[in-house]
């Protein structure tokens, strides 16, 4: 028998993911991931996962959701899935409940990730205890984290920068304008609209990163252009100096491709006001799939 054992969730627009964490750490083969449209609601996939669980009991569940979180409430942004901690107790049986956005997630995450869950792909030492966690995938957001504080925020439906902006409407023209949010550029959806507007056929984000083809390749370069221009900006908006972390899907698999991750450390790094020291702000990709369920665990830990 394990004592203290949690059950950690990430639930996405499209995936979600459970583990069995004990303190800051996973249990090594506990992760499984399930297709949101298999179900109807997360009630059903967390009864799906414990029915697997051959007598393990969790005595809490930790939930990171790809929404706003309020109150113990919280509800999918890209589903329409809601969650509320007292029902969770109820339907699911356990002791406790904690409900938190996965970008907060990440960032309680950052000073328990394993070594080789992290890439660093540009910039100097860390500096300072200030870092800032940036996800892309179905979605958009970030959180900052100071001195193991995570500080909360919503930047997916902001306006994006003129810099972005610029340089959209350069290569697209007119068709840029359809970007106007950081959401709408900046996650999957965004990836598979840019390459639309740039005259190709639609098609899915994974089959643009997957690609081979020349307009594969000119639509991910391009997303990494403009993202490495927004990683500028971010870095004046929060002042990451200990580190800007990069998660999601789409960022891992644009920062694969070599000619690409090229292409948004250079734009990250061209600042060279105050002494180059914004240039030189540390970017790191977050490899590991099951990166928030780290910090489900760790949240979960600091309130026992």
């Not at 109820?90 to 409940?97: D, N, P, Y």
Request: aromatic letters at 8%; charged letters at 15%.
């Amino acid at each position: 028998m394990i004592d203290n054992l949690t059950l950690v969730a990430d639930v996405g627009g499209t995936n979600t993911r459970f583990a069995l964490a004990v303190r800051n750490s996973l249990i090594a083969g506990s992760s499984v991931r399930y297709s949101n449209a298999d179900f109807g609601s997360f009630v059903e996939v967390a009864q799906s996962y414990c029915a697997s669980l051959d007598g393990k009991k969790p005595s809490s569940i930790c939930i990171a959701i790809a929404g706003p979180v309020l109150a113990d409430k919280g509800e999918l942004t890209n589903g329409n899935w809601a969650f509320d901690t007292d029902i969770l107790v109820h339907s699911l049986g356990f002791e406790r409940s904690y409900l938190l956005n996965d970008l907060v997630a990440l960032g309680y995450a950052l000073d328990v990730l394993p070594d080789h869950a992290v890439r660093q792909i540009s910039g100097g030492t860390p500096l300072g205890d200030q870092s800032l966690v940036a996800g892309i995938a179905t979605g958009f957001n970030v959180s900052m984290c100071h001195a193991g504080h995570v500080i909360e925020a919503e930047l997916g439906h902001a306006s994006l920068p003129s810099s972005v902006i610029g340089v959209l409407q350069d290569v697209l023209g007119k068709k840029g304008r359809s970007f106007n949010t950081v959401e709408s550029l900046f996650s999957g959806r965004g990836l598979a609209a840019l390459h639309f507007a740039l005259g190709f056929a639609e098609t899915d984000p994974a089959q643009i990163t997957g690609s081979t083809t020349e307009e594969g390749t000119q639509t991910v370069v391009l997303f990494a252009q403009l993202l490495g221009l927004f990683c500028r900006e971010m870095t004046f908006q929060y002042m990451p100096f200990g580190g800007l972390y990069l998660n999601g899907s789409v960022v891992r698999a644009i920062s694969e491709s070599k000619p690409a991750a090229k292409v948004i450390i250079a734009e990250a790094g061209k600042d060279k006001r105050f002494s180059g020291r914004f240039g030189q702000v540390p970017l790191f990709v977050i490899t590991e799939d099951n990166a928030a369920l780290y910090g489900c665990a760790r949240y979960a830990q600091l309130r026992i």
